[in-house]
Structures are given as C-alpha cells and as structure tokens.
C-alpha cells in the first residue's frame, strides 16, 4: 500500500463556481493535475475558475481511465453523475437560498 495512489488511473469531474459547469477528466496524478487546473495552466478550465473536485474513481489502467471519462461525457453518464453527487448540487441548493 505504500504506492497506493501511483497505482492508479483516475478519472474525476470539477465543478466551476464561476459558470456552475462540470468538466471531466483523467490522470494518473491527481493532486498535480488538480492543482494544474485550480493555477490556470488548463487551457480548458482556465477561464473557468475557482474549480472544486467533486468526484473521483480509480481505474487500473489508463484504458479502462479513458472509456470511463468518455462515458461519464454521455447522456447516461451525465444522469450516473448527476444521480450519484445528487446530495452535492441539492447542499448546493440549499446553502445558495439561505445567503439570501
């Protein structure tokens, strides 16, 4: 278990607090890839800051990373994801109405 975190693919979604947009990706270094997109050296989430990773998975090979990424980009995993982080975007929700 001493490795246990370069064992791994990951595949894991950002959620931007600045257009309420998710993105998804994979890695094989999480922390260096998560702090890549929070200091603006994604192209892609750049402009999309501050991010905040709310879902991730491990997957034992970097195939296995990227057929789960492009699923996660479909309809049907869309509904996965919004189904499984329902009680994230509902908290979300919730603590939005009490600010105001």
């Not at 999309?48 to 995993?77: M, N, V, W």
Request: glycine fraction near 4%; aromatic fraction near 16%; hydrophobic fraction near 25%.
């Amino acid at each position: 278990m001493e490795n246990f975190d370069q064992d791994f693919y990951w595949t894991y979604v950002l959620h931007s607090l600045k257009d309420n947009n998710k993105y998804t990706g994979y890695t094989k270094n999480l922390p260096l890839r998560f702090e890549a997109h929070k200091n603006g050296e994604v192209v892609s989430t750049k402009h999309r800051r501050p991010l905040r990773l709310i879902y991730f998975e491990a997957c034992l090979s970097q195939s296995d990373a990227l057929k789960r990424e492009k699923y996660l980009k479909t309809h049907y995993g869309k509904m996965y994801l919004g189904n499984r982080l329902k009680s994230y975007f509902t908290g979300r929700e919730i603590n939005r109405n009490k600010e105001k």
